[in-house]
Every structure is written in C-alpha cells, then in structure tokens.
C-alpha cells in the first residue's frame, strides 16, 4: 500500500504538467492547468521562456480561482496546453476576463504572435469584445501548447477560459443583457432622483446623482466597455477606474455629510469625513500629477477599506440617536464595504478570483444605489409623516384659538356693553355739567362784566375831569382802569374759549383785501395797546370769517404788547408762501425755548419762562383753533433773547 502511494505521489507533477484542457458542453476553465513565470525585467524573449520551462522554472498555479499577481510591475508568462473536443480542425476562442491588463501577447506553436491590450480599441482586437479574446484552432487529435505573456499598469489578474464560438456568443449575449440590466436600473435611479432634486432642490439628492454617475462611469469602464466608448475618441489611458471611483467615494461622503447633518450634530467626526474627501479627491486627480496606476489603485484599495468602517460609525451614530433614513445608510455602507473590501483583497492577490470576488463590486454598487435612493425615500417619508403630524398639531392649536378668541369675543362683547352703558351714562352727566358750567360761566359773566362796564366808564369820566382841571391823573384812578381792563380781558378769553366751538360751527368765511382790512383792525380805536404798531401790508386776499380772524389777530398783538418793553414797536407784515399768505406778528420780547415751542398751542400752558405773567393760558390755544377752522395754521419764529414772531397761515382767496 505505501509503495502505490509513494508511485502515485511521484507521478502527480508529470500528470499535473500534463493535463491538457479540453472545452465540453462549449466551455473550459483553463485557470487550474497554468503554469507561469515571473518575468520581473519584462524582458524575456519567447525563446528564453521556453528554455526556462525546459529547466523546470514553472510554476504551477495551484490556487482556487483565475492567477492573480496582485499590484505587480513585472512580466508574467503563463503556459498551458489546449486541445479540442473533435478530430476535425475546429475554432475555438481563449477569453481573458479582466478589463485591465494593458499589454498581452499571446505566442501560438506555430510561431505566431496575436497582440492586444485593454487600451486597444475593439474594432482593432482579434475579436471584437469587452474582453481580451483570441480566436485559436485544435483539434483531438493534437494537444498544443500556448504561452501568454501579459503586464499591466494596475493589477495583475488573468482568468482564462476556452469557449466554443457558439457556446461564447451565447454567454455573450446573457452577460449583455445583464449588464445593460445593471447599467438600465443605473440610470433609471439617477434620472429618478434628478427630476426630484430639480422638482424639490434638495441638494441631497444632486449628491446621490453624482455618486451614481461615476458609480456607474466606473464599472463601465471595469466591465471592459471603455475600449467601444472611450477609446476612439482618444480618451487618456491614465484615467480610468482610479478617477471615476474616487469621485464616487469623495460624492458618498460628501452625501453622508449633508444627509446626516454632521457638521451640527458630529462636528468632530465631520471633520474626519472631509479628510476623507479631500483623499478621494488626491487620488482622483493622480492622473493630472503623472502618478503611476500602479500606486493609485492601491491608494484607493486602502482608502476604501479604511473609509467604510468610519461611514458605518457615523451612520451607527446618527441610527442610535433617531435620525431618519440611518438604518438604510447603514445598510448601504456595509455592502459597500463588503464589496470594497473584496475587491481592494482582489487587487492585492490575497484572495482567489472567480466569479464572486470579480463581479462583487458590482453587484454591491447597484445594492448600494438602491438602498441610498431607499434611504431618501424613507427621509421624505419622515419628513412628511413629520408634516402632517405638525399640521395635525397646528390644526388643533388653531381650533384652540378659534375657540378661545370666540370665548374672548364674547367677553369682548359683554364688557363693551358695559363700559358703552357706563361711558353713556357718564357722557350725559358730563353734557349736563358742561351746560351747567356754560350757563353758570355765562351768568357770572354777564354779572361781572356791567359792574366791570360801570367802574370802566366811571374811572373814565374822572379822569376826564382831572383832565379838563388840568391835574394829573390820580395813581389810584389809573390802577383801577389797569385791574379792570385786565379783568375784562381775562372774561373775554374765558368766554371765547368756551364758545369757540360755537362760533366755528358757524363759521361765515368771506374774501378780505388785507390792505384795506388790515390798517382799519390796527387803527388806535380798535385796539387796547400803547405800544407802536408798524404795518406792512401787501394787497393780498384771504377767505376767512372776519370776527373769528379779527379776534385771533388782537389775541397775538396783546401777546406781544404784554412781552414787550415799553414802547418797544410790534410789528405787522404780510408775507406769502405758494398759495398761502401769512399774517406775521413779531415783538421784542424775551423769546421761547425750542421745549416750549411745541407746547404754548395747548389749553392752559404757559411757558415756564414767563411765569411772572398772569393769565389763562388761553389765547394762544383759541389761536390755533380759529386756524385749524379755517383749514390754516399758526406757527411761532423765537430765539431766546431775541423776540418771537407768530404767523397766522390762511389760503388764497384765488386757490382752491
């Protein structure tokens, strides 16, 4: 028993050297039948290679999965032996299934040499297609073989597989159609989410677009399809992958940052995720620095693995703490990181490849699309869950207010018929004290002002007669005329006060030629004044009611013989302003404060510089009412020490 397995055991290389790929039911993996050798000079002539594989210098590909040489800058020769399924010469084709080999030639028995690439466009391939293909002719009766030199820029992976032609345009169209399935969803999400960001502009969903877009550029470019589209248009070769990748992850980032709030919610780990950008951005633009493809795929196979966990984090974070969408995003994360992960393990050879760690990305980016587009739909359902429950609450606290302003109406309603019965009942009792006080004042007037009118004509008549017998006047008849024209003033503006209103209900306006009615209100018998009066007056008409007018005038020139010293001249003048014209009455007394200037138009106010003057405080105040009647105002011109100057305005008699 031990010699058979001591035979057997010193048989297998020669068996395993010598096992010949044959294509059944239309295919053949030729992955476990390599050998290679590593050309680290890329050097090597074909006939230097085969001396090397006489010398036993070969190395058996033993690993599960296509050869894989990880991030390699050598040469790689890979010897195996084909043979077909019939006696007959018949054409079969040796696919290469990985986009990114730059440079592979493929060394026939005969001697030939077929050359390509994945910069070569397809319409110059040996056979047109997203892969590397070579068409090659066996037969059974013949086993042949191949040597296959091939180096790239980035990683080095070479799955093999031996196809007939009818079985590979078959697979062909399957694998099409799945890929145009992919790419199909792709854009049907992106343009999905477009019209919405257009429809909303919420800017979020302008990120999940980008990140689609180069998402999508990327695998397109990874499934081999750069040479049909990128190529004829003389797309740079450094460009590729690396770029469109990085600006995936630098807009999924970025998407994260916006979705989640972090700059308000994680402001320190916001900070780490724009680190992470600002990396995906580097390695974006490496082509732009001559950075060698080499080191940006392993830049960005280390980027992706060390950006996952930390979006996983984040998103783990925001789920914890109750943020909408999270638990999407953090499924989306982790089949990226998945994805990622597998893929970077690919390019650094510590992982076979095959079907699952070669299509994973892929699969893991369209999972990734999806959940990210579920995430925002799940945000818009918060937020609209979110509204409505807000407007629930609005709807009620405005019921609320509805009610309670009807309650407060009501009470409104109550109290104003309350205070309006009590302001009615006041009004009345105040009309009727106001009509008893009117003909109590009048009554005290009409008293008054006889004996008043008597003492007057008596103490005139004595004076007269001292007069006539050439004596001076008695200082006692003097201050009795003194006292009792300043009583008689003082029940004049009393009784003007209380009957202005009166008298401006009926109020008779009518056209006076200030030339004339001037001189004949300011001749000596018509006013009670010892002071000057100088008139300049100007043929100008008014319209006014001339007893209302004639009072406020004298009402202004006793003002200003009261304010004046003695003989000091009061000046009348005339002047006119647009349609307006204005009689100035101007005297040489102490002036008015600016404070008070605003203030001696009011019922009962004197200036407080002027306090040793008696009287109402009801000129001034009758004044402005007889203007206000006439559609007119009065206005003061004072500096203190200098005089004042009050202004009575009335229209034109010719404006409207």
Known sequence: ????????????????????????????????????????????????????????????????????????????????????????????????????????????????????????????????????????????????????????????????????????????????????????????????????????????????????????????????????????????????????????GFFAVWFLRAFLDTRRYLPGTDKVLQILMAAFLFIAANPLLDVPVRIGVGLLSTLGVIAGPILIFVTLVSWWRGHPGARYLLLAWTVLLVATSVQSARN?????????????????????????????????????????????????????????????????????????????????????????????????????????????????????EEENAQQPPSPRLKTIMRASERLQVLFDQWLQSDRLKDNIEALEAETLDLSTWLPEMLAPGNIRITHPVVLDDRPLKISADEALLATALHNLIDNAAKYSPPEAPIEVTVRQQDHWVGIAVTDRGPGIPDSEQKLIFKKHHRAANNSSRRGLGLGLYFVSEVMKAHDGAVSVESEPGEGSTFILWLPRADAD
Not at 102 to 116: A, M, S, Y
Not at 175 to 202: I, M, P
Not at 390 to 415: M, N, W, Y
Request: one cysteine or more; aromatic letters at 12%.
């Open 1 to 248: 028993m031990w010699r058979l397995l001591i035979i057997v055991f010193a048989l297998l290389p020669a068996v395993l050297q010598a096992q010949t790929i044959r294509p059944s039911e239309g295919m053949a993996s030729v992955d476990h039948a390599v050998w290679y050798l590593e050309d680290s000079s890329g050097e090597m002539s074909i006939d230097a290679v085969r001396a090397a594989d006489a010398n036993g210098e070969f190395n058996r590909h033993q690993e599960e999965g296509a050869a894989n040489f990880g991030l390699s800058s050598s040469a790689w020769w890979l010897r195996f032996t084909l043979a077909g399924d019939r006696l007959e010469t018949q054409r079969y084709l040796l696919e290469v299934g990985f986009y990114a080999l730059t440079d592979v030639q493929l060394f026939h028995p005969d001697g030939r040499v077929v050359k390509t690439g994945a910069h070569q466009p397809a319409a110059q391939r040996p056979w047109p297609n997203h892969h590397l293909v070579f068409p090659i002719h066996l037969t059974t009766a013949k086993e042949q073989t191949y040597y296959l030199r091939v180096s790239s820029v980035g990683s080095v992976t070479v799955p093999l597989t031996l196809w007939t032609p009818e079985a590979f345009a078959n697979q062909t169209q399957i694998k099409y159609l799945w890929t145009a399935s992919y790419y199909g969803g792709a854009f049907a999400l992106l343009l999905f989410n477009f019209f919405l960001f257009v429809s909303l502009r919420d800017r979020n969903y302008l990120l999940y677009c980008s990140f689609l877009f180069f998402t999508a550029s990327g695998m397109f470019i990874m499934n081999g399809f750069g040479a049909y589209a990128l190529a004829p248009i003389g797309w740079p070769e450094n460009i590729g992958t690396n770029t469109f990748f990085s600006l995936s």
């Open 348 to 464: 650094f050879g510590l992982i076979p490849t095959n079907f699952l760690t070669s299509n994973l990305l892929q699969i893991g980016s369209l999972l990734d699309m999806l959940l990210l587009s579920f995430a925002l739909a799940d945000r818009i359902q918060a937020e609209r869950m979110a509204k409505e429950a807000a407007q629930q609450k609005a709807l009620e606290a405005q019921t609320q207010l509805v009610e309670g302003l009807k309650e407060s109406e009501r009470r409104l309603e109550r109290t104003v018929q309350q205070r309006t019965r009590s302001l009615e009942s006041a009004l009345r009792r105040e009309r009727e004290t106001l009509d008893q006080y009117v003909e109590f004042g009048a009554l005290i007037a009409h008293e008054f002002r006889n004996p008043l009118a008597i003492i007057t004509n008596q103490a005139q008549l004595a004076q007269l």
